[in-house]
């Protein structure tokens, strides 16, 4: 998983790239399942759950906290 997702922020200190937000949807596809996290500035990014069965009770509305490393990251030049 590029973007991993937790409960508890510290989980995810060693992380370059972390941000928190509430459910806004919960996609579930059985192994594709999938959540859209919103920020405070209400932009959104979607995360795919791990398998585990860890996140089974999520709902809309939680907050959660994810990270991915900066290895992971691909940015495009803006137009203007």
Same mark, same amino acid.
């Given at each position: 998983?590029?973007?991993?997702?937790?409960?508890?922020?510290?989980?995810?200190?060693?992380?370059?790239?972390?941000?928190? +937000?509430?459910?806004?949807?919960?996609?579930?596809?059985?192994?594709?399942?999938?959540?859209?996290? %919103?920020?405070?500035?209400?932009?959104?990014? %979607?995360?795919?759950?791990?398998?585990?069965?860890?996140?089974?009770?999520?709902?809309?509305?939680?907050?959660?906290?994810?990270?991915?490393?900066? %290895?992971?990251?691909?940015?495009?030049?803006? %137009? +203007?």
């Amino acid at each position: 998983e590029a973007i991993l997702v937790d409960r508890n922020a510290a989980d995810l200190d060693s992380y370059e790239n972390r941000l928190s +937000g509430r459910v806004s949807s919960l996609l579930f596809n059985g192994a594709a399942s999938r959540i859209l996290v %919103e920020d405070t500035l209400g932009e959104q990014i %979607e995360v795919t759950l791990p398998q585990s069965g860890e996140f089974a009770d999520l709902k809309r509305g939680d907050m959660v906290h994810i990270a991915w490393a900066a %290895e992971q990251t691909t940015c495009f030049a803006g %137009e +203007g």
